[in-house]
C-alpha cells in the first residue's frame, strides 16, 4: 500500500500526482492486497474476539470522519455523528442528545481543534476522561490560510493517514479484533486509490488553456493548486463561509476578460449567482459573445443537507472532480466515477 503524503508538500503539484503515479505502477500488487482484505473482512465479519464488548460506542464530529470510522470498524462499533450534514461547527451548540451520547462514549473522533472552531471548545469538558482521537491534528499549516484548515476536505494523503491513525486507536482499545480493522482500513485504503486515480484522470482531460479555477472558496481553491490548476480569487460578497484568499483579486471585468481572452466556460462560486459582481461578470463575457456558466452547488467543507453518498470525502471528491472536469470542457462521467452521484451533472 502506497504511503499517505500530504498536500501541503508542493503546491506546484501535490502529493495527488505523485500518489497516483504509484497508484499505477503497483496496481497489480494493489489488487493481491485488496483480495486478501475482502478475503479477511468476510472471514472476521461478526466474530466477537475473547474480550470483546462492542458494539463499541463512537462518537464522531462531522459526518465525514463518522462514515470513515463505520466503514474502519464495521459492525465491531456503533457510530454517531454530532455535527448535522451541512451546519458549520462554528454554530454548534451541545444538544441533550449529544451530551448522552458523549457521556456512554468508548472513544470520541474529531477532525481536530484547528478546524472545528468553537466546537472543539465546547465539547472539551463534555468528553473528559474519554478516549479521543484528533485525526488531523498535526496537518500541516498551507499558503491557504494562516488556520491551514482548507486542505484536510481535499487532501487525499493526508485522509489516507487518518485512516491509519484511527486504524491504530481502534486497535488500541480493542487488540482482539486488530485482525478485522487492519482488513477494513486496507478496503477503504484502496478506495481512496480508486478515487485518486479518477480525480486525477478527469481533471487531466480539462483543455491546458482552460485549467483555470475562478472561484470565491478556499477548499476549491486548495483542489485547484492540488492538481495544478491556476486559481484567481473571486472577490464576490456572495456569503461564502471561506473566501479563497489565494490568487489575484481582480474585478468583474478583468475577470470577464480572462474568461473571453482564454475561453474558459465556467466559475465557481458558493453563494448565490445572484450577486451584483456575478452579473457583471456574466454581462460582461456575454458582450464580448461569450456565455459563462456558473457552478454553484460545490462545497467540500459543508456536506449535501440530504447526507448519502455526498455527504462522505469520497463522494465529495467525486462531485467535485466530476463537476469541475465537465463545466471546463474536460470528459468525466455525468454520474461520477462509479455512477453514484445524485443527479447528472
Known amino acids: 500500500m502506497m504511503r499517505p503524503q500530504s498536500?501541503?508538500?508542493s503546491v506546484a503539484r501535490p502529493a495527488t500526482r505523485a500518489m497516483t503515479a504509484k497508484t499505477r505502477a503497483g496496481s497489480r500488487a494493489a489488487g493481491v492486497v485488496?483480495?486478501?482484505?475482502?478475503?479477511?473482512?468476510?472471514?472476521?465479519?461478526g466474530a466477537a474476539t475473547p474480550g470483546y464488548a462492542g458494539p463499541w460506542r463512537i462518537v464522531a464530529t462531522t459526518s465525514q470522519i463518522g462514515d470513515l470510522a463505520a466503514n474502519i470498524a464495521g459492525e465491531l462499533a456503533s457510530v454517531t455523528t454530532l455535527l448535522d450534514p451541512g451546519r458549520s461547527p462554528n454554530r454548534y451548540m451541545p444538544s441533550h442528545r449529544d451530551v448522552e451520547e458523549l457521556a456512554r462514549a468508548d472513544l470520541v473522533i474529531s477532525v481536530g481543534e484547528r478546524f472545528?472552531?468553537?466546537?472543539?471548545?465546547?465539547?472539551?469538558?463534555?468528553?473528559?476522561?474519554?478516549?479521543?482521537?484528533?485525526?488531523?491534528?498535526?496537518?500541516?499549516?498551507t499558503p491557504l490560510g494562516a488556520d491551514g484548515t482548507a486542505p484536510v476536505w481535499v487532501d487525499i494523503g493526508g485522509w489516507m493517514a487518518a485512516v491509519r491513525?484511527?486504524?491504530?486507536?481502534?486497535?488500541?482499545?480493542?487488540?482482539?479484533?486488530?485482525?478485522?480493522?487492519?482488513?477494513?482500513?486496507?478496503?477503504?485504503l484502496a478506495r481512496l486509490e480508486t478515487l485518486d486515480a479518477y480525480v486525477t484522470?478527469?481533471?487531466?482531460?480539462?483543455?491546458?488553456?482552460?485549467?483555470?479555477?475562478?472561484?470565491?472558496?478556499?477548499?476549491?481553491?486548495?483542489?485547484?493548486l492540488a492538481?495544478?490548476?491556476?486559481?484567481?480569487?473571486?472577490?464576490?460578497?456572495?456569503?461564502a463561509p471561506d473566501p479563497a484568499p489565494v490568487g489575484p483579486e481582480a474585478n468583474g471585468i478583468a475577470i470577464a476578460d480572462l474568461l473571453v481572452d482564454r475561453a474558459i466556460p465556467a466559475i465557481f462560486v458558493t453563494g448565490s449567482d445572484a450577486d451584483p459582481r456575478v452579473a457583471e461578470i456574466i454581462a460582461a463575457?456575454?458582450?464580448?459573445?461569450?456565455?459563462?456558466?456558473?457552478?454553484?452547488?460545490?462545497?467540500?467543507?459543508r456536506l449535501a443537507a440530504r447526507g448519502g453518498y455526498e455527504a462522505t470525502f469520497?463522494?465529495?471528491?467525486?462531485?467535485?472532480?466530476?463537476a469541475v472536469a465537465r463545466a471546463l470542457g474536460g470528459r468525466a462521467p455525468p454520474r461520477g466515477m462509479a455512477g453514484r452521484l445524485d443527479e447528472p451533472v
Open 285 to 301: 463575457s456575454a458582450g464580448r459573445g461569450h456565455a459563462v456558466d456558473v457552478v454553484s452547488h460545490l462545497s467540500l467543507e
Open 34 to 45: 485488496l483480495a486478501a482484505a475482502v478475503g479477511i473482512a468476510a472471514a472476521c465479519a
Open 314 to 322: 469520497i463522494g465529495r471528491l467525486d462531485l467535485t472532480a466530476t
Open 201 to 224: 484522470s478527469v481533471l487531466d482531460s480539462v483543455p491546458p488553456g482552460r485549467r483555470v479555477l475562478v472561484t470565491d472558496c478556499r477548499c476549491l481553491a486548495a483542489f485547484g
Open 165 to 188: 491513525r484511527l486504524t491504530r486507536q481502534l486497535e488500541t482499545l480493542d487488540p482482539g479484533n486488530g485482525i478485522v480493522y487492519e482488513a477494513n482500513a486496507e478496503l477503504y
Open 227 to 239: 492538481y495544478g490548476f491556476e486559481v484567481i480569487n473571486l472577490s464576490v460578497d456572495t456569503g
Open 116 to 141: 472545528e472552531g468553537t466546537m472543539a471548545d465546547r465539547l472539551a469538558g463534555l468528553a473528559l476522561g474519554k478516549p479521543q482521537v484528533a485525526l488531523f491534528d498535526d496537518a500541516p499549516a
Open 7 to 9: 498536500l501541503a508538500a
